[in-house]
């Protein structure tokens, strides 16, 4: 068996990369849904766009339960307090996220154009809420919330959801917002046709450009914060399951730290800025698959930031630095551990073969014919 501190670096890993595989396959979908109202402006051609996302959205959904089984399984302390000190945004994004299902199942089931427009809003709420609030959940990790552990390690949570909207946690919100706008714009361009891809290209060129300011300036203003954490002792690897075994302090600027250290992790904040001036200078090309890759990259190179900076940090404290918790005091025990990533190399790739087969099986674009063809077996 690995030793524990290299097999809680790993579990790390791979939470990123869960998070990382739901903000691309579901981040097209979320995305869509928020353009669907703009972007389609006749019945027909709404619904070539809910056609596009409905035979996968479940599927891409799938990735956010993974991500969240993961934080259970793996890191049980942070599971505890984040769904905790969180739970009215959670409770939010629930909300909003079963109004999808809900959206795709009955908005056809009326010819009634108000019937359908209220469920096109709904799909736009499904879409835009959980974005929003991912965004701004990502903003309070690069603050810090202020949470503490007494000596029995029972938390107390000195927040509520509108202390979670402070102005630099929105603003984190909205580059969410513009990334996954980009990227359902790019996903549309390239699954139909004629009208609806032309609007989804000059969307998606636009919507990149925004997302490149607001990631850049959110950038910026992270640097010019203060924000940031810095373990002073006791944070050795399997030293103790306690996060208040340790001693942490506020430190202006340590979110950086990281980048200074080794600069070739710049690559990865870089990626993220790169890659939405590519998509806005490629995106009325007819490359749109490789588009869609870069759309993916980028999205990866945010996210992957956000891991860069907090490292070793899962949940920093503002008001009490010494109970945040980190990869080396909130995770479960080796064995556990251990016996999760065998399972994980076993069932990953059926997963991600799977995954593959029906996306190759649904390859193509969704067109106005089709839906006209087929009235009654569409979304």
């Not at 928020?34 to 070539?48: K, M, N, Q, S």
């Not at 302390?77 to 409770?91: D, E, I, K, T, V």
């Not at 939010?92 to 809900?102: C, G, H, K, M, Y």
């Amino acid at each position: 068996m690995l030793d524990f501190a290299t097999l809680k670096v790993i579990w790390w890993l791979l939470l990123g990369i869960l998070l990382i595989g739901f903000a691309i396959m579901d981040g097209f979908d979320l995305g869509a849904g928020i353009l669907l109202p703009f972007i389609a402006r006749t019945d027909t051609e709404r619904r070539v766009v809910i056609n596009t996302i409905g035979p996968v959205w479940e599927g891409n959904q799938v990735w956010l339960i993974l991500g969240g089984g993961a934080i259970f399984a793996a890191w049980p302390a942070l599971y505890a307090a984040s769904f905790s000190g969180f739970y009215l945004a959670m409770m939010l994004v629930l909300a909003a996220l079963i109004l999808r299902p809900v959206a795709f199942k009955f908005r056809s089931k009326l010819s009634n154009a108000r019937w359908r427009a209220s469920w096109d809003w709904a799909l736009f709420a499904g879409g835009a809420v959980p974005t929003l609030v991912f965004g701004v959940a990502m903003g309070n990790l690069l603050r810090g919330v202020p949470f503490s552990y007494d000596d029995e390690l029972r938390a107390t949570y000195a927040f509520g959801l509108f202390d979670l909207l402070n102005p630099f946690s929105v603003f984190c919100g909205l580059v969410s917002v513009a990334m996954l706008t980009t990227h359902g714009a790019v996903y549309l361009a390239m699954k139909t046709d004629g009208v609806i891809a032309a609007r989804a290209r000059h969307i998606s060129k636009l919507a990149a450009l925004i997302w490149f300011a607001l990631f850049a300036l959110a950038g910026l203003w992270l640097s010019q914060s203060g924000y940031g954490l810095e373990i002073q002792h006791g944070a050795l690897a399997g030293a103790s399951p306690d996060p208040r075994a340790k001693s942490a302090v506020l430190s202006s600027g340590a979110w950086l730290v990281h980048y200074a250290r080794w600069p070739v992790l710049m690559l990865v904040p870089g990626l993220g800025l790169l890659a939405p001036l590519l998509v806005a200078a490629w995106s009325g090309t007819q490359r749109r698959l490789v588009v869609f890759v870069i759309s993916s990259l980028g999205i990866a190179g945010v996210i992957g930031s956000m891991g860069a900076s907090l490292f070793p940090f899962l949940l920093p404290s503002s008001s009490d630095p010494s109970s945040s918790l980190t990869v080396w005091d909130a995770s479960s025990s080796q064995r556990t551990l251990g016996i999760m990533l065998v399972a994980v190399a076993i069932f990953l790739p059926i997963v991600l073969a799977y995954t593959a087969w029906v996306y190759r099986v649904l390859r193509g674009p969704v067109t106005s014919a089709y839906i006209e063809a087929n009235t009654d077996s569409s979304y």
